[in-house]
C-alpha cells in the first residue's frame, strides 16, 4: 500500500492535565498539508489545510462541540493572498480580494456580511530609471 503523505500523532498535557492529541499530514519531502486537534474526548476541536506551507493556510475551521463555528477560507496567487473569506457559524463576517503586481498590491476590496463593499483602495505606481 501506498500513502502520498506522512502523519504524525502527537499526545498533550492541556493546563487541566487532560491529554488532548494533535494530527498532521505532510508531503513526503515533510511541507505541512493539514493539521487537526482532538479534545480529551476525541472530538475535533480545530482543523486547518494548508498550501504547503505554514504562511499559506487554505482553510482554517475552528469547532465547537463537533460543530464548525469559525472557518477562515484563503487563495493564493504566486505566494500573495488573494482571497479571504471569514465566516461565523454559517454566516459570513467579512471577505477580501486583493490584487497585486508581482509581488506589489494594487488594488484591495473588502465586503461586509451582507456582500456589501465598505472598503476599496487602488495603488497606482510609475517606475522610472535613472
Known sequence: MRTDYLVKVAQ???????????VSKYTLDTLILERTYYNKNDILTYKATYDKSYNKPLKRISYRKGVAKYVWENKYEN????????TRKNKMIYESQKKYKGDILIESKMYNSKGKLYNSSTIDFETKFL
Do not use: H, L, R
Not at 492541556?14 to 494533535?22: P, Q, W
Not at 505566494?79 to 473569506?85: L, M, S
Open 12 to 22: 498533550f498535557f492541556n493546563e487541566k492535565g487532560e491529554i488532548t492529541k494533535s
Open 79 to 86: 505566494n500573495n493572498a488573494i482571497y479571504t473569506k471569514y
